[in-house]
């Protein structure tokens, strides 16, 4: 079974700062991964992913993540928070069985950015 | 570029009522989703369908649920007796290959 764990349901940088926002992911089989970004009173957006490869993926509006296997992580950081980030970020995993099988979602972080 | 489209937007009902949510998969796409997220809940899986059957479902998905591919092109999503607990934002996603699937703006399902 595949879980996903993010740490901080509520994150809140200054605008202009580092983003971090934090995954952990259990697979039993390699595991494709994702960040969605859901603005208020809308639908999931991809960010980026993470399928084989090279572990450091880059995605839209300036945010990228590493997957680490050895720590079981894919953080997404960001280097320069915009107030436009604000939002909530869900960390997902699928697992890559060659067959379209389900997301396993994380709770969610929001993201507050600050003047 | 395609996206996938939901309608209602919002829904209200009453309790023990069936609702219908519809969903336009993008066109050549093979796989088909549906999620749902209670407010201030995570999002949460209740099904795919491949090939014109189930392939998988989650334990949310019982007997009051069931999904069609009556053409083409739509992915319907039928609650038979609505539940106050279906209250909840449904996602239609859908997936070619490569894992990534690309979601709908949901239904906000509400059930009075």
């Known amino acids: 079974a595949q879980s996903v764990t993010q740490l901080g349901s509520h994150v809140s940088v200054s605008e202009g700062a580092l983003v971090l926002l934090r995954c952990n992911y259990s697979?039993?089989?390699?595991?494709?991964l994702f960040w969605y970004v859901q603005y208020p009173n809308q639908g999931l957006q991809l960010l980026l992913k993470?399928?084989?490869?090279?572990?450091l993926v880059k995605g839209i509006n300036g945010f990228e993540a590493e997957f680490k296997k050895s720590e079981t992580s894919f953080h997404l950081t960001k280097p320069s928070a915009h107030m436009s980030d604000a939002a909530e970020y869900f960390c997902a995993v699928s697992e890559h069985t060659g067959t379209a099988s389900k997301l396993t979602f994380g709770t969610g972080t929001r993201l507050q950015v600050t003047l | 570029e395609p996206e996938v489209t939901q309608t209602p937007s919002h829904q209200v009902t009453q309790m023990g009522q069936e609702v219908i949510l519809r969903c336009v998969p993008i066109?050549?796409?093979?796989?088909f989703y549906w999620y749902r997220q209670i407010l201030g809940q995570k999002v949460e899986f209740l099904v795919s369908f491949y090939n014109n059957e189930i392939s998988e479902k989650s334990e949310i998905f019982d007997d009051q649920f069931s999904v069609e591919r009556p053409d083409g092109s739509n992915f319907t999503l039928k609650i038979r007796s609505t539940k106050l607990e279906d209250s909840a934002m449904y996602f239609c996603?859908?997936?070619?290959?490569?894992?990534?699937?690309?979601f709908g703006p949901g239904t906000r399902l509400l059930v009075l």
């Open positions: 996603a859908s997936l070619l290959s490569g894992g990534t699937q690309y």
């Open positions: 993470y399928t084989t490869g090279a572990t």
């Open positions: 066109s050549n796409h093979l796989y």
């Open positions: 697979s039993s089989v390699p595991p494709y």
